[in-house]
């Protein structure tokens, strides 16, 4: 008896005849499973210092060499890794939590807050992406460091004086604000098609509220396109947080970040090339593999847009 259709099981035998989205495929979960080991799988602190081994290129004990400070490159970007993964999927996560809201009751009640949320969306579109980050950046990042400090005079808690942590709320919040658009323009777009199909008017017909019609039949419905987006969003977010931290915005050190060590690795390239290769290479072999894996998504789940 033959097997009825579905659409992930025949999407998944489509995207594993394409060579290409299936390499891209390993290295995100290779990727996934750095950030989640790193502390285990790198071969020394990413904080250690030895003056004596300073800017020293590839050998055996260190494979990538070692920075002006004689810091492990390697388990630099591993570390890295682990920063790069956690912005990238929290940075997605709020970005597309914001957009499927947003574009799904925009597109399925129309009217006065369709038309409020698409200009919403324009405006927010139109300002250049770097600008909006800096100015958060540096329209907060100083008040947040002194009501941290604050809050750590007060209760003498360590966590308090955790920098990261500020700049990683900063980092997410800046990087959202400029994320979420693309997402919304999808989805409110999937839902204007789905909303006046015979199976949404027979849900309408049997009595089913639209809340129940939206989480039930028309968002499930519109996870395909998102699935693809989602995938290249978060190549795109790797991109975009190591190029604010290359600039002196994003992720400040000494976390280590692929961005900021590019930065570092550029003023002594001509003396210690390794320190600007291995970052750089890292992240492109990242994001090519994401933009693979977005392709081969986009192929397997709409075979008729494949040329």
Known sequence: MEQPTNLWRDAWKRLRRNKLALAGLAVVAFLVFVAAFGPWLAPHD?????????????????????DDLGRDVLSRLIYGARTAFLVAVAVTLIAVGIGVILGAIAGFYGGTFDRFVMWFTDMTMSVPQLLLVVVINASLKQPISTWMETQYLASLNPIWRNTMLADFVLVFG?????????YARLVRAQVLSIRSRPYVTAARALGLTNRIILARYVLPNAMGPLVVAVSAGLGTAMVLESAFSFLGVGVTPPTPSWGNMISDGLRVWTNSPHLLVAP??????????FNFLGDGLNDALNPKGQK
């Open 46 to 66: 990413y904080l250690s210092q030895n003056l004596d081994l300073r800017s020293v290129p590839p050998q055996a004990a260190h494979w990538f060499g070692t």
């Open 174 to 182: 800046s990087m959202a604000l400029i994320s979420w658009p693309p």
């Open 280 to 289: 750089a290479a890292v992240l492109a072999v990242v994001t090519v593999a």
